[in-house]
């Protein structure tokens, strides 16, 4: 079946630290890839999406890439703010499938401390 | 724009009691659906419908009922309410475009004891 993995949280950094959150994902076929994040007492946003192999989704100054070989959509971010901290959820739409039936991980809790 | 609108935003219900989890959401969208938030578990997909009287069942259904007799308005009917029901239930909404992404309202924190 479809399932996705998250790294293990709560992570916590210094404000400007380098950020990655592990995303890898068993699916068949071709699924879309989104990271959502949701805000403390607010439900989930679209962060950014990658539809295809090898696409780079962007947005806010995150970033991650679909990478097919490893099943992997590993987020980024250079440089975090203290307004980064939230909860991360990583997803997948199977294949031809719509938005409708995501398939989330666990999720993944990111403080920024100034 | 409202977008996406749950009410209440918390619940406490004594085990066997029922009760409504509104929805609505006001961008037309087709697609609507529920989700339950648990602790290290992710959303996990309650019942979706994809358009006005058109409803089916996601990945946890039990104990859950919906329907769908406008477009805005996607209701989550707990008939008897147990404890493993304690959640934090998200409503949810999306085009009918391939990939469009959902739009999530702000969740209701439900407690049963």
């Known amino acids: 079946g479809n399932s996705v993995t998250q790294m293990e949280g709560p992570v916590t950094l210094s404000e400007e630290a380098f950020l990655t959150i592990n995303c890898t994902y068993t699916?068949?076929?071709?699924?879309?890839l989104f990271w959502y994040v949701q805000y403390p007492g607010e439900g989930l946003q679209l962060l950014l999406k990658?539809?295809?192999?090898?696409d780079k989704g962007s947005n806010k100054g995150f970033e991650a890439t679909y990478r097919k070989e490893t099943t992997s959509f590993h987020l980024e971010k250079g440089s975090v703010q203290v307004s980064d901290s939230a909860v991360y959820f990583c997803?997948?739409?199977?294949?031809?499938?719509?938005?409708?039936?995501?398939?989330f991980g666990q999720g993944t809790r990111l403080t920024i401390n100034p | 724009n409202a977008g996406v609108t749950q009410t209440p935003k918390f619940q406490v219900l004594k085990t066997g009691q029922s009760m409504t989890l509104q929805c609505a959401q006001d961008?037309?969208?087709?697609?609507m659906s529920w989700y339950r938030q648990d602790p290290g578990m992710g959303l996990r997909l309650i019942h979706y419908?994809?358009?006005?009287?058109?409803?089916d069942q996601g990945e946890v259904p039990n104990g859950y009922n919906v329907s769908r007799s406008t477009t805005e308005d996607f209701p989550l009917r707990l008939l008897s309410a147990a404890p493993s029901q304690t959640s934090v239930y998200f409503c949810?909404?999306?085009?009918?475009?391939?990939?469009?992404?959902?739009?999530f309202g702000n969740g209701t924190r439900l407690t049963v004891t």
């Open positions: 699916a068949t076929g071709y699924p879309s």
């Open positions: 997803a997948l739409s199977p294949t031809f499938q719509g938005a409708q039936k995501l398939v």
């Open positions: 949810a909404s999306s085009s009918d475009r391939l990939n469009s992404p959902l739009h």
């Open positions: 961008m037309n969208h087709e697609y």
């Open positions: 419908s994809v358009g006005a009287g058109i409803t």
């Open positions: 990658a539809t295809k192999a090898d």
